[in-house]
């Protein structure tokens, strides 16, 4: 298959975890990297709409106060996770660090950015305490995000 993602079994994955999903070098010499950020076990659990929605907003805002180096985060259809991508090669703790960060960001906020009519196309679907609940079980985990096959150790 073409997509990377559709050549991962995912049954075997143990979420949350963090990684590399693909890698590409531009024609002028420029790397994105694709950070898959999986948040629910495939075919187990996933994500809320409202929520996915608010942590699509939340993070999008709240990463680029954390690097510059920050292309997009977009929801998995599959409602299990996002990816993150971001221009230049990096060490996992540094893109570890960025969503960590992020996620901080995330328990602090007050409000989830653009939730209104005029800046989202559905400002009314969105949820602050479930963005917030998601954030705080992924952190909760971080010392397991370099995992993502069950039985594997780093």
């Given at each position: 298959?073409?997509?990377e993602?559709?050549n991962l079994d995912h049954r075997?994955?143990?979420?949350?975890?963090?990684?590399?999903?693909?890698?590409?070098?531009?024609?002028?010499?420029?790397?994105?990297?694709?950070?898959?950020?999986?948040?629910?076990?495939?075919?187990?659990g996933?994500l809320?709409?409202?929520?996915?929605?608010s942590?699509e907003h939340?993070?999008?805002?709240?990463s680029r106060?954390?690097?510059?180096?920050?292309i997009?985060f977009?929801?998995?259809?599959c409602q299990?996770?996002?990816?993150l991508i971001?221009?230049g090669?990096?060490?996992?703790a540094?893109?570890?660090?960025?969503?960590?960060?992020?996620?901080q960001?995330?328990?602090?906020?007050?409000?989830?950015?653009?939730?209104?009519?005029?800046?989202?196309g559905?400002?009314?679907?969105?949820?602050?305490a479930?963005?917030?609940?998601?954030?705080r079980?992924?952190?909760?985990?971080?010392?397991g995000?370099?995992t993502?096959?069950?039985?594997?150790?780093?």
């Amino acid at each position: 298959m073409n997509v990377e993602s559709f050549n991962l079994d995912h049954r075997a994955v143990a979420a949350p975890y963090l990684r590399i999903a693909d890698r590409k070098v531009l024609p002028h010499g420029d790397v994105i990297v694709k950070y898959d950020v999986r948040f629910a076990q495939p075919n187990v659990g996933h994500l809320e709409m409202a929520t996915i929605h608010s942590l699509e907003h939340l993070f999008a805002e709240k990463s680029r106060n954390h690097s510059d180096r920050v292309i997009d985060f977009s929801p998995m259809g599959c409602q299990t996770g996002f990816y993150l991508i971001l221009q230049g090669d990096h060490e996992f703790a540094e893109v570890e660090q960025l969503v960590a960060a992020t996620l901080q960001d995330i328990l602090e906020a007050s409000e989830v950015p653009t939730a209104n009519e005029i800046q989202c196309g559905w400002g009314a679907n969105h949820t602050l305490a479930g963005a917030q609940e998601a954030a705080r079980a992924f952190l909760a985990e971080r010392a397991g995000w370099s995992t993502v096959f069950a039985g594997e150790t780093r």
